[in-house]
């Protein structure tokens, strides 16, 4: 199965999708993930998506489509796969249709997590990164047993610069704008299901297991 898991930043897209990687055992395709590799690698394109990041902006399609035509690709991606966070825009999408349809392969669904603006303000302002091993947790939600050390590797835990109030409200905004016009593309062509994931990780395995349960007795 090939999924797309949309949702604003914060809406709990990655933590889903890791959830579902050990259940259906398919890969998880983040853009994120992407742009921090070519990020920390210093590449040309990692310097030039750092700059646009730390707006608060979305990169240009461009590096996007690239980054995502090389990794469907890969052997991993042979037996399904999920994407995490893209596409954002129809451009992406329509983008997306040629890059699966040179594949041979199509989307089979779309869910778009659906949760309160402020909700995500407090979700991602309490966020704290690992610095070896990229493990995410939350002061509030999910927090390190000692403070600012990481529970796996012992790394330091560090606050993302983009996860501050004025720089999140922000990619909100740009996020509403950008992709009501894609969960209505996707609604129209029957892909799209919303899921409320305001009550953490179990409740939307739950839901998501209910979702392909439905949609496989079709």
């Given amino acids: 199965m090939n999924l797309i898991i949309l949702g604003a930043p914060g809406a709990g897209k990655g933590t889903l999708s890791d959830a579902l990687v050990k259940e259906m055992n398919i ?6 993930d ?7 690698d210093q590449t040309p394109l990692g310097l ?6 730390a707006k608060g902006a979305l990169v240009s399609d ?20 999920m994407l995490d966070g893209f596409p954002r825009t129809i451009n992406q999408a329509l983008e997306l ?3 699966m349809k040179e594949n041979a392969i199509k989307i089979d669904l779309v869910i778009n997590l659906v949760v309160s603006e402020e909700l ?15 493990a995410n947790f939350n002061l509030f939600s999910f927090p390190s047993k000692k403070a600012g050390i990481c529970d796996f590797d012992g790394g330091e835990l560090y606050q993302r610069a983009d996860d501050n109030e004025t720089t999140i409200r922000n990619r909100l905004t740009v996020y509403a704008r950008d992709t009501q016009p894609l969960i209505d593309f996707y609604a129209k ?5 919303d899921i409320v994931a305001e009550k953490g990780i179990s409740d939307m395995v739950e839901k998501f297991n209910q979702i392909v349960a439905v949609k496989n007795n079709k």
């Fill in 62 to 81: 461009e590096i996007i489509n690239e980054l995502l035509k090389n990794r469907v690709k890969q052997q991993d991606c042979k037996s399904g796969f």
């Fill in 27 to 32: 890969p998880k395709i983040s853009t994120g």
């Fill in 97 to 99: 249709d040629k890059i």
């Fill in 34 to 40: 992407m742009l921090r590799k070519e990020v920390k």
């Fill in 189 to 193: 062509k029957g892909l799209l299901e």
């Fill in 48 to 53: 030039k998506a750092k700059e646009i990041m």
């Fill in 120 to 134: 995500i303000v407090k979700r991602l302002t309490n966020r704290r990164v690992c610095r070896k091993c990229g």
